[in-house]
């Protein structure tokens, strides 16, 4: 199994420009979690997705971020407009049956470095 | 919400034993996992406890006090290799119905490796 895989490995844009962030579960995973981290905050969930369905995007900082997942093997994050306090590592993780229940564990992905100039 | 406290960083000598300690408060537990982060790498999952009391697997070993709200790592044999971040996460239940469910990860504890 190739794991989760996410692109770009790093982005690098300026502030005001979109950005679109991909991620591929690992397959019969039926739930995808997108987390973000930064040194002052460390791992923040953004928003989580349970068979394709958006459960929780509590996470998800402003309006300017927004997260698709049209099928069980593909996602995206999207930010628009970019700004320079969004500069992070992005990542992707999938789980079997909800990730929440049971010793269910998350496989992250590599991650997606994102730096907003 | 949660509130989870791990210490910053932690040095130890090759070969020793560390222990690395999480306290957590939340509303609805349901689970304590640790994971480890290699730097500039993704956290992979090292154990889960869900009961009160020690899981041990291999050179490392999860302990759970569910009425303290208190948890450690233990690492045993230290190798160069166990350089890396340490997450302890705490999952409780947000709501009800499927998915009702909230994973939060500690800042992490930075775990150096000295000879």
């Known amino acids: 199994d190739a794991g989760v895989i996410q692109s770009p490995r790093h982005e690098v844009t300026e502030m005001g420009q979109e950005v679109t962030l991909r991620c591929k579960p690992i397959?019969?995973?039926?739930?995808l979690f997108w987390y973000r981290q930064t040194m002052m905050r460390g791992l923040e969930l953004l928003i989580y997705?349970?068979?394709?369905?958006?459960?929780?995007d509590s996470g998800m900082p402003e309006d300017r971020f927004s997260a698709k997942m049209p099928n069980a093997s593909f996602s995206t994050l999207k930010i628009q407009p970019s700004e320079p306090r969004d500069s992070a590592v992005y990542f992707c993780?999938?789980?079997?049956?909800?990730?929440?229940?049971?010793?269910?564990?998350?496989?992250f992905g590599a991650g997606s470095r994102l730096t907003v100039l | 919400g949660q509130n989870i406290d791990q210490p910053t960083e932690m040095t130890a000598t090759e070969g020793a034993i560390v222990q690395i300690n999480c306290t957590y408060q939340t509303s609805g537990f349901n689970g304590l996992f640790w994971y480890q982060q290699h730097a500039g790498e993704a956290p992979t999952f090292l154990s889960y406890?869900?009961?009160?009391g020690l899981e041990e697997k291999g050179r490392f070993s999860s302990f759970l006090s569910r009425s303290k709200g208190y948890s450690y790592l233990l690492l045993k044999e230290l190798q160069m290799k166990d350089s890396a971040s340490y997450l302890c996460a705490v999952r409780d239940v947000i709501g009800s119905g499927a998915g009702s469910y909230q994973l939060t990860f500690g800042k992490g504890t930075k775990l150096s490796v000295i000879p």
């Open positions: 397959s019969g995973h039926n739930s």
């Open positions: 406890n869900v009961l009160d």
């Open positions: 993780a999938s789980s079997l049956r909800g990730g929440f229940s049971g010793a269910n564990v998350l496989t």
């Open positions: 997705f349970n068979n394709n369905v958006p459960i929780d």
